[in-house]
């Protein structure tokens, strides 16, 4: 018999975090705690965590359908069919939940090299909207850090100053030294994307994330036909869970990339599927975590490594919050790394059971 709780965590940016949306400051999070009854077992451990106005998840509704789960978790499979395509990032906490149970509550999912701290996995270096010279900080700091690819953030201020920002970089670096993707987060009108993408296309960048908004497939499909940059759906793909409607939105609209972000959805299997897709359509893919405390990312980082390419992955999160989980993972020279000397500090979970 299983029994499960939750913990309600409100992570804090260190700086606040802007995209077109507006700044983010806080982002709410929940942990997902499941062990065996009856003993003082390991516990599994799973994060829910949502981004305002992007998630799938309702946000007002959360913690009752937590409390729900807990309550029937020996019923788990119930809650995924009859509730699982509305609350995904509930659906990917109690998955690697279960899996971390399974395994010995170590948050360790598999045995490789990633694991034992002999390779890392590339990622891009997140640059975030805000004022030019706060980009340009932003970019500097990740360059000394040794990254060789970076995502910058556009759409929320001039585009004519992202312009000279982007000219700035190629100006100093190459494309051959330093990849540049950007994600306008929906920020482009339809009438005015291929115009904007024209003149982005100009700084050699590898791809844009979603040009315009979500939900219009035949100025997507268009855009991706006609556009001399490549194009990778983000947003796109949230709220589809029905395999036939993935294979038609992806078929219709044929992007050069897909963006895979587990928490939105719907988990890890979720994810596979997606890429399963892309790769029989001849789509590249990539996997972004969705600004996941330490739990969540290191879950989403493990399977990324196990089966993900080469690509520089958005997993460069983890070091975004002031009162993040203390874990193994650190970022070096532009990798994800994962040493499992440095440990877990798992005091937040210190009433809720014993850890191995």
Known sequence: MLRASYIPHGLVFKRPAGTSRGQLVTKD???LIIRQEGYNSPAGIGECSIIPALSPDDPKNIEAELQTLCRDINHHAHWVARQGSRFPAIRFALETALNDLVLGGKRLFYQDDFNLGKKGIPINGLIWMGEPDFMKQQIREKLDAGFTCIKIKIGAIDF???LALLKMIRREYSPETIEIRVDANGAFSPGEALEKLNRLSEFLL???EQPIRQGQPEAMASLCASSPLPIALDEELIGISDPETRKRLLEAIRPQYIILKPSLLGGLKATAEWA?????LNIGWWVTSALESNIGLNAIAQWTYQNANDMPQG??????YTNNIPSPLTIERGQ???????GWDLKLFEDEGTFA
Request: glycine share 12%; proline share 4%.
């Open 206 to 208: 590898h791809s844009i």
């Open 276 to 280: 399963a897709l892309a790769d029989a």
């Open 160 to 162: 004519g100053e992202e």
């Open 29 to 31: 999070s929940w942990y």
């Open 336 to 342: 994800l790394f994962h040493h499992p000397q440095l």
């Open 315 to 320: 997993l460069g999160t983890g070091q975004l």
